[in-house]
């Protein structure tokens, strides 16, 4: 079984820069692709981008241009690097395996105006 553990948010201003990480531990052979989710108040849960073992990376919104995945395998760690942040980013940031289905506890990102 696979734990995922978020780190990295927090309360920030209009234009500030984030990283979050995502550090898998456990048994982490069955990991594959991993992606970072968001989910705002109110709102569904929607996918902001996925990265293979092989660095092959996918953007939710390819216009966006602020926000950057990249991977670690030797820590097995993930990360999002969020530039120019936006009040409409604020969300809770989570993490997924896929290949183990699992999920991350979440850290929240808050961008005030």
């Known amino acids: 079984q696979v734990q995922l553990v978020e780190s990295g948010g927090g309360l920030v201003q209009a234009g500030d820069s984030l990283r979050l990480s995502c550090a898998a531990s456990g048994d982490t052979s069955c990991i594959s692709v991993m992606a970072w989710y968001r989910q705002a108040p109110g709102k569904d849960r929607e996918l902001v981008a996925s990265i293979s073992r092989f660095g092959t990376t996918h953007y939710q919104d390819r216009r966006n241009g602020r926000f950057t995945i990249s991977r670690d395998n030797a820590k097995d760690t993930i990360y999002l690097r969020m530039n120019s942040l936006k009040p409409e980013d604020t969300a809770v940031y989570s993490c997924?395996?896929?290949?183990?289905?699992?999920w991350g506890q979440g850290t929240q990102v808050t961008v005030s105006s």
């Open positions: 997924y395996a896929v290949g183990c289905d699992s």
